[in-house]
């Protein structure tokens, strides 16, 4: 009561907040004798990631990652993006576990796909006809398909990727004629490899050329075999001995040197050994026994895109593999739509198409690029989600890799075991500084990694060059020799870094540093 209260008689007892402020006082001296244990946290890492949210992930300040990223010679920002390497690291030396999140698999998850359907059907090959400008590419295929392709471009100059079928004793093939070496690397730039065979074509009376060598680097590159056409053994000055001597210097060795490669003398003009070539075609097809499935989901890939004033845009595809049916739902690249219509390679209308056969889809919302693959989802939901996914792994993609700034000893100190192989693109102002260069990076001893030339010429870098090295993820190289404007601005544009050099053992040191 008040009264009770109010006397004198009782004791006070403690209040409640001093007994609060003594259980605190408890619980800090407590604390202060025992420390806390760290948590040990699973790190999500995506293909890149942000400082900061790289910190709110392990639950660390932003302060001490970008600290720790110092000591490794990395100077980053709160919203600096680094790539999965480092952020690796990072988690490691924080004491945490690392798990790589892997945005090609979400992308895999979303694309239909029967588990159940195997490759058990024979499929036709799919051919890439190249070679040096003007040696009769284009005549070679217009010969065999009977029409006439060439007068209707400019120039009689290929301008743009086309893909015709034919009939060759009962077996289809799939010929793919490309403006050169440098659209065929550009596809491989976006990871299409759909070329089955390359037939590398030679002019009899013009030999191998610089555009040859660069055809057979990308071809090598791809691993993909050869078929070697040597064009134009009609004319007078044809020399076809010459050309296959010249071959052994490109490590091309012919059957009838005691080699592998097939070889075929044909003309363009005549039609002399067409059906020769197109049974080595069909020999190498049954060696390399390509398999598909005629009834799964549809895997294609974009080889031409553009946009028809009539009819919307228009998708120029392979198919790989599985069906395509009109009124599936594809996505190919960052675009997607319900398929309108589909066309063969005459323009005629078809309602399925299967693996090797070269079609036009109609449907998409717009054009996409070529080398970007074609799938079918299930619903639009799915369609659209893809979509976002692969803006993002292209947005990735361009994003540079800060790894190269960190200490190799520091951060692959425990991958010692490992050799890797680093690729290497060479290109100089002679042949002998060229050779000489090419003989002292082979002969480079590295523990950590295999060091290989894939390509190597003489005269300016070039936008087929910076094409190589992307599509190879090679180092780029120039001795004493300049770059071209287009390729400056293509290396510019895709992250592409080109070392020059102006002295060979500087040069020689920093592939070493590799």
Do not use: W
């Not at 005549?139 to 301008?159: F, P």
């Not at 299967?354 to 299930?378: I, R, Y």
């Not at 005269?459 to 120039?478: K, P, R, Y």
């Not at 004493?480 to 002295?503: L, P």
């Amino acid at each position: 009561t008040i009264v009770t209260a109010l006397s004198d008689n009782e004791e006070r007892t403690r209040s409640l907040a001093a007994y609060k402020r003594a259980k605190q006082k408890n619980k800090k001296t407590s604390l202060e004798a025992e420390p806390q244990k760290k948590l040990i946290r699973e790190v999500n890492i995506p293909e890149h990631i942000t400082v900061k949210e790289l910190a709110n992930r392990m639950t660390e300040k932003s302060g001490d990652v970008i600290k720790s990223l110092m000591k490794m010679g990395m100077m980053a920002t709160i919203n600096e993006s680094l790539d999965a390497d480092t952020a690796e690291l990072i988690v490691t030396e924080f004491g945490h576990k690392f798990i790589r999140e892997n945005i090609e698999d979400i992308e895999k998850d979303l694309i239909s796909k029967d588990l159940q359907a195997v490759k058990d059907q024979s499929r036709s090959p799919i051919v890439t006809i190249m070679g040096h400008v003007d040696h009769g590419k284009t005549s070679l295929l217009d010969k065999i398909r009977n029409t006439n392709v060439v007068s209707g471009e400019s120039g009689g100059i290929t301008q743009h990727i086309g893909a015709y079928e034919i009939l060759h004793k009962k077996k289809n093939i799939t010929f793919i004629d490309t403006p050169g070496h440098a659209a065929f690397t550009d596809m491989r730039a976006r990871g299409a490899n759909i070329t089955d065979i390359v037939v590398l074509i030679v002019a009899a009376d013009d030999g191998v050329m610089p555009q040859t060598k660069e055809a057979i680097s990308h071809a090598k590159s791809a691993g993909v075999p050869i078929i070697v056409a040597i064009n134009k053994c009609d004319k007078p000055e044809a020399n076809t001995k010459k050309v296959k001597e010249q071959l052994l210097g490109e490590e091309l060795i012919v059957e009838e040197l005691s080699g592998d490669i097939q070889c075929v003398e044909v003309s363009a003009q005549t039609g002399v050994n067409l059906d020769q070539l197109l049974d080595s075609i069909v020999v190498q097809s049954e060696l390399l026994e390509l398999k598909a499935n005629y009834k799964t989901f549809v895997e294609a890939t974009v080889i031409e895109a553009n946009i028809d004033k009539g009819r919307g845009p228009i998708c120029n595809a392979i198919i790989t593999n599985g069906k395509l049916s009109i009124g599936n739902i594809a996505v190919a690249g960052t675009e997607y739509g319900k398929v309108r219509a589909i066309l063969n390679d005459k323009g005629q209308n078809i309602n399925e198409a299967f693996a090797s056969m070269p079609v036009q889809v109609l449907g998409l919302n717009s054009a996409p690029e070529a080398g970007d693959s074609l799938v079918t989802v299930e619903s639009d939901e799915k369609a659209k989600e893809l979509c976002e996914l692969r803006s993002q792994i292209r947005k990735n993609k361009l994003t540079p890799k800060k790894i190269k700034n960190i200490d190799n000893e520091q951060a692959f100190g425990s991958l010692n075991n490992l050799k890797e192989i680093v690729e290497v693109v060479v290109k100089s102002d002679t042949r002998g500084s060229t050779e000489a260069i090419v003989s002292q990076i082979e002969d480079i001893q590295s523990e950590k990694v295999g060091i290989k030339v894939i390509h190597s010429g003489v005269g300016f870098i070039n936008e087929s060059d910076v094409a190589l090295a992307m599509a190879s993820n090679a180092i780029l190289i120039s001795f004493n020799t300049s770059v071209t404007k287009e390729a400056k601005h293509k290396a510019k544009v895709n992250k592409q870094e080109i070392s020059s050099f102006s002295i060979i053992y500087e040069l020689i040191e920093y592939v070493s540093d590799f």
